[in-house]
């Protein structure tokens, strides 16, 4: 059974803080992973992909993958009310075309 | 510009009637999919199609039917066999090696009444 979780939230961050969103995921195949931002009534947008063990940046937008932990996390620097929404984590296995999403986390990031 | 095009936006459905939903993409990607979404919950796939008139049942088919002539289309019929398709629906395309993203269409919203 393949399995995505995250903590559904919310996680409320002040203006300017750090925040952390964590996903796990069970199946050790999974080779590519994604996180998407889903503003209410909005559908998902992409907003970061990580293939390899390590960090990978993207202007405040930081993903760190553990695949001996099976663990990938977004970090969010200097959060902005404008980042409050739904975070969806995403893992595709071997390539694949299918991927598995999470239940998501909902993030508000207080002014 | 390229993109996915759902329609309509917004969706009423009578008990016992069945209805489509259109999805449509300029993106040239071969895999198209449906997703259902409710309140609160991830995403859940309902079919994919990884090469034209080829599909997939995805982990709640039942109810719902698909076709794929076209490379470009996808559409989906929640029939009446589905009892509960009050849901928000996502088609979605992906093109690419290394397992790359979706992207995503605006959606559609259902409801039944």
């Known amino acids: 059974q393949k399995e995505v979780e995250q903590n559904s939230g919310p996680l409320s961050v002040p203006e300017g803080a750090i925040a952390s969103l964590n996903c796990t995921y069970s199946?050790?195949?999974?080779?590519?992973f994604f996180w998407y931002r889903q503003y209410s009534g909005k559908s998902p947008e992409l907003i970061m992909s990580i293939y390899s063990n390590g960090d990978k940046e993207d202007g405040r937008f930081t993903a760190q993958l553990n695949k001996a932990s099976q663990y990938v996390s977004l970090l969010i620097r200097d959060s902005q009310p404008s980042d409050s929404a739904t975070y969806l984590c995403?893992?595709?296995?071997?390539?694949?075309?299918?991927?598995?999403f999470g239940p998501g986390t909902r993030l508000s990031v207080l002014p | 510009d390229g993109g996915i095009t759902q329609s309509p936006k917004y969706l009423f459905r009578k008990e016992g009637q069945n209805v489509t939903l259109s999805c449509e993409q300029n993106l040239n990607h071969d895999a198209m999919y449906w997703y259902r979404q409710d309140p609160g919950q991830g995403l859940r796939l309902i079919y994919y199609s990884q090469i034209v008139n080829d599909f997939q049942k995805g982990d709640i088919a039942e109810g719902y039917s698909v076709s794929r002539e076209k490379k470009e289309s996808f559409p989906l019929t929640v029939t009446s066999a589905q009892k509960n398709p009050t849901a928000f629906y996502l088609c979605?395309?992906?093109?690419?090696?290394?397992?790359?993203?979706?992207?995503f269409g605006s959606g559609t919203r259902l409801t039944v009444v």
């Open positions: 199946d050790r195949g999974s080779q590519s």
């Open positions: 995403a893992v595709n296995q071997n390539y694949g075309q299918n991927f598995v």
């Open positions: 979605a395309s992906s093109g690419g090696a290394r397992g790359y993203g979706y992207t």
